[in-house]
């Protein structure tokens, strides 16, 4: 959306927040209170996950849109709810007051209503993460591949948040390990589909540095990793047949006897997507990734 204001109104600040994105940072709150149906129970729950959607996001995403304003002025796809708002820079000069009363005042709530301060340093350390990531000087987003870390700790941050919200122990090192390289995959894979822009800004991500035939071999290394998670640690045949047929599906994509595949990649795409949400009603009450 091209704003034609200065002045920021709410379907722009919800479109800066990727809503089609919240299903993340909500799943990695949800996450460790798997099998715990006590929580339901508990105010602070609802206030937390009410924080991991637009105010989190809004904080990760309106960031990223603030440093990253001349490379998204080449991101066709920009102006809806998944890819973001094409937002002015007067726009987007209005947004760190929104965010952080966004953020702060259910911190507040939750710290009043817990006594547990802690979950704010793990607040804390998602803020500090996204510095990291945008700002200068460090502004790992475009220092590749510290990005990768950088974000995988950075969200990690979200998950213990919410065990300290809702008093449930950290997840397995198999659960741990298994997020840890979905979360590298994903970045690898948007750092993918925009190498190009990227690249034409001066914006170093690993996709650039290594090259996009380098990044997708990258990127499939990181499914073998997460089959052997999912077999040797998280003991799954439904997560560990899946992720092999994705490496089937990478590998015929990248063939030219399979071209026409490529055809079919949205739809398998948004297959895939379907597959992984319905299996999380099922994984979350049976603690399979906890």
Not at 2 to 10: F, I
């Given at each position: 959306m091209?704003?034609?204001?200065?002045?920021?109104?709410?379907?722009?600040i919800l479109m800066l927040s990727r809503p089609g994105l919240w299903f993340l940072t909500v799943w990695l709150y949800l996450w460790p209170t798997g099998g715990h149906w006590y929580v339901f129970k508990t105010f602070p729950?609802?206030?937390?996950?009410?924080?991991?959607?637009?105010?989190?996001?809004?904080?990760?995403?309106?960031?990223?849109?603030?440093?990253?304003?001349?490379?998204?002025q080449l991101h066709v796809r920009k102006g809806n709810y998944t890819w973001g708002a094409r937002a002015s820079k007067s726009e987007l000069g209005q947004l760190p007051p929104l965010m952080a009363f966004s953020v702060l005042c259910p911190v507040i709530i939750i710290i009043a209503a817990t006594g547990r301060v802690r979950s704010a340093i793990w607040v804390l350390g998602f803020f500090l993460s996204n510095?990291?990531?945008?700002?200068p000087p460090a502004v790992l987003s475009r220092k590749g591949p510290w990005e990768i870390p950088c974000m995988v700790l950075g969200l990690s941050c979200i998950t213990m948040f919410a065990c300290e919200v809702n008093n449930v122990p950290s997840p397995s090192i198999g659960g741990w390990m298994f997020h840890w390289?979905?979360?590298?995959?994903?970045?690898?894979?948007?750092?993918?589909?925009?190498?190009?822009?990227?690249?034409?800004?001066?914006?170093?991500?690993?996709?650039?540095?290594?090259g996009?035939?380098?990044?997708?071999?990258?990127?499939?290394?990181?499914?073998?990793?997460?089959?052997?998670?999912?077999?040797?640690?998280?003991?799954?045949?439904?997560?560990?047949t899946y992720y092999?047929?994705?490496?089937?599906?990478?590998?015929?994509?990248?063939?030219?006897?399979?071209?026409?595949?490529?055809?079919?990649?949205?739809?398998?795409?948004?297959?895939?997507?379907i597959l992984r949400v319905v299996y999380l009603f099922y994984a979350w009450p049976n603690r399979v990734l906890a």
């Open positions: 091209t704003a034609s204001t200065n002045s920021l109104d709410w379907r722009t729950f609802y206030v937390g996950l009410l924080l991991s959607t637009l105010p989190f996001n809004l904080l990760m995403f309106g960031m990223n849109d603030m440093v990253d304003f001349d490379v998204d510095i990291l990531y945008n700002v390289l979905a979360i590298a995959r994903g970045q690898l894979y948007g750092e993918v589909i925009d190498i190009d822009d990227d690249a034409q800004v001066g914006k170093n991500t690993t996709a650039v540095k290594f996009k035939l380098r990044a997708q071999q990258l990127m499939l290394a990181l499914t073998v990793c997460e089959i052997l998670v999912c077999y040797a640690q998280l003991a799954s045949v439904y997560l560990t092999v047929l994705d490496v089937l599906v990478q590998v015929c994509s990248a063939s030219k006897r399979w071209g026409r595949i490529q055809e079919y990649k949205l739809a398998i795409f948004r297959v895939q997507t």
